[in-house]
């Protein structure tokens, strides 16, 4: 558990702030996305008559949510891990190996950020055929994920030492 004096990091304050808010825009996209399906569901079978785009929009909100909760899942540290070794190390080492860590994941989001980005500008011309939006706005999770959990990354690294010197 993180001490009050943790919690008064700037970088700790940022980081739980961005959290909230995309806590908050999973909330809103899961109730969407239920939306969408339901609405399939009871056109299709109540009413005999497909809803064209549902599908696409579905797909292209659960992508949203898969990448964006990736990054409340990383700041939660609910992702599976094997922390075996860890306690053997003692505190140094400890440190040692969460910091290590952080970095090394912080190496893989910035490959999400920067070919996400790359990704989201090669298909900025694409048109998904049924809601007709460009398909760029769909891949800019990618770079806003990773960037997000950049922030989360040096958020545990600076807060981390401190927590298990305590």
Excluded: C
């Amino acid at each position: 558990m993180m001490t009050q004096g943790l919690r008064n990091n700037p970088l700790d304050r940022f980081s739980r702030r961005t959290n909230a808010v995309v806590e908050q825009s999973l909330l809103g996209l899961g109730i969407l996305m239920i939306g969408v399906v339901a609405a399939q569901v009871f056109f299709r079978y109540v009413l005999n008559h497909s809803l064209f785009w549902s599908e696409e929009l579905a797909r292209y909100i659960l992508v949203w949510l898969t990448f964006l909760g990736a990054s409340v899942a990383y700041r939660r540290g609910v992702h599976p891990r094997i922390d075996l070794f860890v306690s053997r190390f003692g505190t140094r080492g400890a440190r040692a190996i969460h910091v290590g860590t952080h970095l090394v994941a912080m190496a893989f989001f910035s490959v999400l950020v920067i070919y996400g980005a790359q990704f989201a500008y090669f298909v900025r011309l694409q048109i998904s055929p049924a809601l007709q939006i460009p398909k760029w706005i769909v891949m800019l999770v990618l770079p806003i994920s990773g960037m997000v959990m950049i922030l989360h990354a040096l958020a545990a690294i600076v807060s981390e030492p401190r927590e298990h010197a305590s």
